[in-house]
């Protein structure tokens, strides 16, 4: 079965701190492919990083990284330097061998100033 | 890259009633196209999903159809709403098969069911 787990339905952090949302998987294929996305209160999905199953590095795309551990199945988001535009909710997803994506319950993240 | 367009912004229709979504995209061709349904604060629920013209997978068995009339065009409906049919959808389009290609999504419709 694929499944995609995340445990904290909120979160804070003050402004300019840096900030982890977790993000555990399930999946049985050996190749897979794992993304986060934001979603303001606008309600748009905003693809923001992208990790494969095979890299050895782990992904960094500006102020985001993810924190990927085979092992452990887990692709934590990390964002650096928070700011209040970074207020949304986020959500992990996984794509495994197929055109389908499985998402998370996701994570509302509220930048303190 | 893709853009992808949704139509109406915001819907609010009484139960029993008819209902058509409609998604358009451009910047790309023959994509895989997505409907997804979001509740209020909660993850998406993939309803259909479409490889191509005329080619419909449904995930949800319930009162929702899609259809597929383009290359570039999605269509969700509904006979008879339900109050259960209240939420956020969202239409995503996937152009490529590689494990990195990621989904772009619209801007969504929200819908109210009174």
């Known amino acids: 079965a694929q499944k995609i787990t995340q445990t904290q339905p909120g979160m804070f952090v003050q402004e300019k701190e840096a900030v982890t949302l977790d993000c555990t998987y399930d999946?049985?294929?050996?190749?897979?492919?794992l993304f986060w996305y934001k979603q303001p209160s606008s309600g748009e999905m905003i693809f923001l990083i992208y990790?494969?199953?095979?890299?050895?590095q782990n992904a960094t795309e500006g102020r985001y990284s993810l924190n990927f551990q085979k092992a452990r199945k887990s692709a934590n988001l990390v964002i650096s330097a928070s700011q209040l535009g970074d207020s949304a909710m986020y959500f992990c997803?996984?794509?495994?061998?197929?055109?389908?994506?499985?998402f998370g319950t996701g994570t509302s993240l509220t930048v303190i100033p | 890259s893709q853009t992808i367009h949704q139509w109406p912004a915001t819907l609010v229709q009484p139960v029993g009633s008819p209902l058509s979504l409609e998604c358009t995209v451009e910047?790309?061709?023959?994509?895989?196209l997505y409907w997804y349904r979001q509740a209020a604060g909660r993850g998406l629920q993939l309803l259909f999903y479409?490889?191509?013209?005329?080619?419909i997978s449904s995930e949800v068995p319930q009162n929702l159809s899609a259809s597929r009339p383009q290359d570039r065009q999605f269509i969700l409906s509904s006979k008879k709403l339900l109050l259960s049919d209240s939420g956020f959808y969202l239409c995503?389009?996937?152009?490529?098969?590689?494990?990195?290609?990621?989904?772009?999504f619209g801007p969504g419709t929200r819908l109210t069911v009174l």
């Open positions: 997803a996984m794509r495994p061998t197929g055109n389908q994506f499985y």
């Open positions: 999946t049985s294929d050996p190749s897979y492919g």
């Open positions: 990790q494969g199953s095979y890299d050895q």
């Open positions: 910047g790309t061709s023959n994509p895989n």
């Open positions: 479409s490889v191509g013209i005329g080619q």
């Open positions: 995503a389009s996937l152009r490529g098969q590689g494990r990195g290609d990621t989904q772009y």
